[in-house]
């Protein structure tokens, strides 16, 4: 009787782990291959988010020289003070207070 509960026993098992290969074996196959629509597919949306980018350039340049001389000098102005405030902001102060908490606790450690 014991036997054949052992018999069985390893014969699921083994039937098991064929089905869990098989079944790991396929999840692999269906990920790496993809189709040649999906690939031109994909490369339209590439190209199309190019000519997106070259269209939007393009309405901003348009936009640019629409404006007077005096309008477009007060444009790269505010940029230049934009980009400057910019550069000169803070991190988030969370941010700020974590890394000063950790570099405080890494120059005890390193000391002791």
């Known amino acids: 009787m014991m036997k054949n ?6 014969i699921f098992i ?5 089905f869990i290969l098989v079944l790991t074996n396929i999840s692999c196959r269906t990920t790496t291959s993809i189709s040649k ?6 490369k339209e949306k590439e190209r ?15 936009h640019i020289k629409m404006q007077s001389d005096e309008t477009r000098q007060e444009m790269r102005e505010n940029l230049r ?6 550069r ?14 950790v570099n405080r606790h890494r120059t005890r450690r390193q000391k002791g």
């Not at 509960?5 to 390893?10: A, L, V």
């Open 5 to 10: 509960h052992k018999f069985f026993f390893r």
């Open 88 to 101: 000169r902001q803070k991190e988030f102060f969370l941010k700020r207070w974590f890394d000063s908490l």
């Open 81 to 86: 003070r934009a980009e400057k405030y910019n």
């Open 37 to 42: 629509q999906e690939r031109k597919i994909q």
């Open 14 to 18: 083994v039937i098991l782990l064929i």
């Open 48 to 62: 199309r988010q190019k000519e997106d980018v070259v269209l939007y350039q393009r309405a901003i340049n348009r």
